[in-house]
C-alpha cells in the first residue's frame, strides 16, 4: 500500500530525528554515538523539543522521496542543483518506482561530511541497498570502507573510484560511462570540423579548456583526452588558457568572458568539460561578437535539452551524449544483481555506458 508524500516526509523526518542520535560525523570522519544506558529519565524542554523538530524539517526538505512494495533504498546524490545530476536522479526515481522500491533521495549539498552523515542514517534505518553520487572521488576510500562493514549491496555512480579500492569489497559495483571515450570524443568533434580546427591557418588548433572539478577523474580525462585526439591525429596545439568551472555555467561564462578580452582572435577552440559551462561560454562568445562554426568552435559533454537545442541553432559545434537513462538502467540492474546475491570480482566491477556524439546531423535523433 502506497503512502502519500506528507505521510512519508513526516515519518521520515522522526526518522532522521532518531538517527541523528545513533551517528555521527566529525569533518570528513564517521563516528557512531555512545548509547545512553541510564535508566532515568528526564523531561525535554518545550524549546529544545521545537528545536529538534524544526532540524528535522529542515533536513526533511531536502530528502526527496517515493514509495512503493518492495525494499529500502537510500540514494545520496553529490547536489541536487547539478543539471545532469538532476536529468540522472529523474530516470533513477521513475525506474525505481515504477519497480516498487521504496526510495530515500538525499542532498549532499556538495558538502562529503554531510554526505557521509546521510550514509550512516542510511545505515542506520536498515535500508536494502544504497546508491551513493559522491561529492569526492578521493572520499572512495571512506565510503567503501562504511559500506562493507555495514554489509550493505551499494553502487557508486557518476564518480569512479579506482579498481583497488572497489576491490575491497565484492558486494560494490560502479556503473558509469568512461570518461577517456567522452574527451577523445570532443577532440573527434573539433577534427571532423573542415578546417580541423585550425580556423585561421596557421597550422596550429589554439584552445581554451573550461575544466570542472580538477578532483573529479571525469574532468581530468575529459581535459586529457580531449586533446589527445587532436594530437595523435598529427595537430599541433597551443594551450591558451586552462580554468576550473566546477561544473557552473556562470563560471563557464565567466572564464570565456575574461579570456576572449585576453586572447581575441586567437581562441579558435572551446572546450568544456560540461554543457552546463558550454553554455555559459556560448553567452560569452556571442556577447564577444563571436560567431560558433565560422571564427571559432564550442563542444561540451552531456547533451542537456539546452545543449541539443544550441547544435541544432548551429551555436554549438557538438556535445557528447552522457546517458543518463542508460546509466540509470544500469545502476539499478546493478543494484538487483547485488541484492539477488551476486557478488563481483576485483577487477570486474565496473560497467560502463557507452558515449555518444551528438552533431547538427544526428542530433534530431536525441530530442
Same mark, same amino acid.
Request: aromatic share 6%.
Given at each position: 500500500?502506497?503512502?502519500?508524500? &506528507? ?8 526518522? $532522521? $530525528?532518531?538517527?541523528? +542520535? ?15 544506558? &541510564? ?36 540514494? #545520496? ?7 545532469? $545530476? ?9 525506474? =525505481? ?6 526510495? +530515500? ?21 536498515? @535500508? ?17 570502507? +562504511? ?24 558486494? =560494490?559495483?560502479? @556503473? ?27 597550422? !596550429? ?17 575529459? +581535459?586529457?583526452?580531449?586533446? !589527445? %585526439? ?25 572564464? %570565456?568572458?575574461?579570456? =576572449? %578580452? ?9 572546450? #568544456? ?34 545543449? =541539443? ?10 556535445? *557528447? ?23 563481483? %570480482? ?6 560502463? *555506458? ?12 536525441? &530530442?
Amino acid at each position: 500500500m502506497r503512502l502519500s508524500k &506528507k505521510v512519508v516526509a513526516v515519518a521520515m523526518a522522526s526518522m $532522521m $530525528m532518531v538517527s541523528m +542520535t545513533a551517528c555521527g560525523n566529525t569533518g570528513s570522519e564517521q563516528t557512531s554515538a555512545t548509547p545512553d544506558t &541510564k535508566t532515568e529519565t528526564t523531561e525535554t524542554p518545550a524549546a529544545d523539543t521545537a528545536d529538534a523538530e524544526q532540524k528535522a524539517e529542515a533536513d526533511a526538505a531536502d530528502v526527496a522521496e517515493t514509495t512503493g512494495e518492495g525494499g529500502m533504498i537510500g540514494v #545520496c546524490i553529490y547536489k541536487f542543483d547539478d543539471a545532469f $545530476m538532476t536529468t540522472y536522479r529523474n530516470a533513477l526515481q521513475e525506474i =525505481l518506482e515504477g519497480k516498487g522500491y521504496t526510495v +530515500t533521495f538525499m542532498d549532499g549539498k556538495n558538502d562529503q561530511a554531510e554526505q557521509n552523515n546521510q550514509i550512516n542514517n542510511f545505515i542506520a534505518q536498515g @535500508v536494502d541497498a544504497l546508491i551513493i553520487n559522491p561529492v569526492m572521488t578521493s572520499a572512495a576510500d571512506q565510503i567503501i570502507a +562504511t559500506v562493507k562493514d555495514a554489509g550493505i549491496p551499494t553502487v557508486l555512480i557518476n564518480r569512479e573510484p579506482t579498481a583497488e579500492q572497489m576491490g575491497v569489497y565484492d558486494k =560494490l559495483v560502479y @556503473v558509469g560511462c568512461d570518461a577517456r571515450q567522452s574527451g577523445t570524443m570532443q577532440g573527434e568533434l573539433i577534427l571532423d570540423t573542415p578546417n580541423k580546427g585550425d580556423i585561421n591557418g596557421d597550422g !596550429k588548433i589554439s584552445y581554451i579548456m573550461i575544466q570542472g572539478d580538477p578532483e573529479n577523474i571525469d574532468a581530468q580525462y575529459r +581535459t586529457e583526452f580531449s586533446v !589527445k %585526439a587532436l594530437t595523435d591525429a598529427g595537430m599541433e596545439v597551443v594551450e591558451l588558457d586552462l580554468q576550473r568551472g566546477d561544473w557552473d555555467r556562470n563560471k563557464g561564462q565567466e572564464i %570565456a568572458q575574461n579570456d =576572449l %578580452a585576453q586572447f581575441g582572435d586567437e581562441i579558435e577552440v572551446v572546450f #568544456c568539460n560540461n554543457d552546463d559551462m558550454a553554455i555559459g561560454a556560448l553567452q560569452a562568445i556571442q556577447a564577444a561578437g563571436r560567431t560558433v562554426n565560422e571564427d571559432i568552435y564550442l563542444v561540451g559533454v552531456d547533451a542537456l535539452d539546452a545543449a =541539443l537545442n544550441e547544435v541544432e541553432a548551429g551555436n554549438m559545434t557538438g556535445t *557528447v551524449l552522457n546517458d543518463a537513462q542508460g546509466q540509470a538502467e544500469g545502476a539499478v540492474q546493478a543494484m538487483e544483481d547485488l541484492l539477488g546475491g551476486k557478488t563481483f %570480482a576485483a577487477g570486474e566491477q565496473s560497467i560502463y *555506458v557507452d558515449y555518444v556524439k551528438v552533431t547538427p546531423e544526428n542530433v534530431a535523433d536525441f &530530442k
